[in-house]
């Protein structure tokens, strides 16, 4: 049975190092909680490690640039995985070919940045034309604001050519404060849901989590197991059941995007977690209604 509790550092001392989630935990996508920031602060204090672990389809260096002028401080973090990075090894291994048609915003250009650590990348070109593409690589729609089923006739295209999809963001949707916004994962479902072939990275799978354990121990953390890793997100589907597919512990922030189900006049609900949880089907650790 999930365990609520009151702050973080309520089981801080059983662990050594966070999976800590960005978007619905550290920040809204304008501003960083304050509450959050003190809680990782404090937890490395106390000598705890903390990987940024997002669904982010861009670069660490993007990430790191972003965070910071949303107000998150180096002092509240040791590294950062991104499914960006995650994709982009399997895009540079020639996961989709070498000829790519690109959906998403132009500032998601970064992606397409060779990773140093792959020896001998494909070299990778891209096209605004679907018959001379190998794949497809979604970082999101062309428009977060716009319903996916927008972008059903490219989709419809793709399929028909049996072209791959490279998705680099299983996220759904994110409220970037008081709006909603799609995300790659709503692209990519829909792709699915035609048909068409998808290979996905980020949270839920495991690519993203051997890029996060290969992090950690590039900062140090190399003897840390998964039994002292704590995974802390607002994604059931993503945060929560990610982390019972590596077999770690889950922190899971019911303020974020599932707010709406779970809390009454803006307070953590019992009853209403637990009818949450029987209906995903997924259990976390432990529940907080905001990282703190």
């Known amino acids: 049975m999930t365990q609520l509790i009151q702050a973080l550092s309520d089981i801080s001392d059983d662990y050594d190092a966070l999976f800590c989630d960005l978007w619905g935990c550290l920040h809204d996508g304008v501003v960083a909680f304050p509450d959050a920031v003190a809680a990782l602060e404090a937890y490395r204090d106390r000598g705890g490690m903390v990987v940024l672990l997002t669904n982010a389809p861009r670069p660490r260096a993007e990430v790191a640039e972003q965070i910071a002028k949303f107000g998150i401080p180096e002092s509240a973090w040791d590294t950062i995985a991104t499914s960006g990075d995650a994709a982009r090894v399997a895009l540079f291994t020639g996961a989709v070919g070498s000829t790519v048609f690109h959906i998403g915003e132009p500032r ?6 060779p990773l140093a650590i792959i020896d001998n990348p494909v070299k990778i070109s891209r ?13 999101g729609p062309f428009d977060p604001s716009a319903d996916p089923t927008t972008l059903r006739p490219i989709l419809l295209e793709a399929k028909t050519r049996r072209l791959p999809m490279l998705n680099a963001n299983p996220d759904i949707v994110v409220d970037r404060g008081d709006r909603r916004e799609f995300c790659g994962g709503a692209v990519a479902q829909l792709y699915e849901q ?4 998808v290979h996905a990275f980020g949270k839920p799978h495991p690519p993203v989590y051997d890029m996060a354990r290969r ?3 590039e900062a140090g953390g190399s003897d840390i197991s998964d039994s002292r890793i704590l995974a802390v997100g607002d994604g059931i589907l993503t945060d929560v059941k990610g982390a019972i597919g590596e077999g770690l512990d889950s922190l899971f922030i019911t303020g974020g995007l599932a707010a709406a189900d779970i809390h009454l006049k803006g307070v953590l609900d019992r009853t209403r977690l637990d009818a949450f949880i029987t209906n995903e089907g997924l259990s976390p650790t432990y ?3 905001m990282l703190r």
């Open 108 to 113: 998601d250009e970064g992606f397409f940045e």
């Open 127 to 139: 096209t605004t034309d679907l018959s001379q593409a190998t794949g497809v690589v979604c970082t």
């Open 194 to 197: 035609m048909g068409g072939t």
């Open 215 to 217: 992090r950690l121990a």
């Open 287 to 289: 529940a907080l209604g």
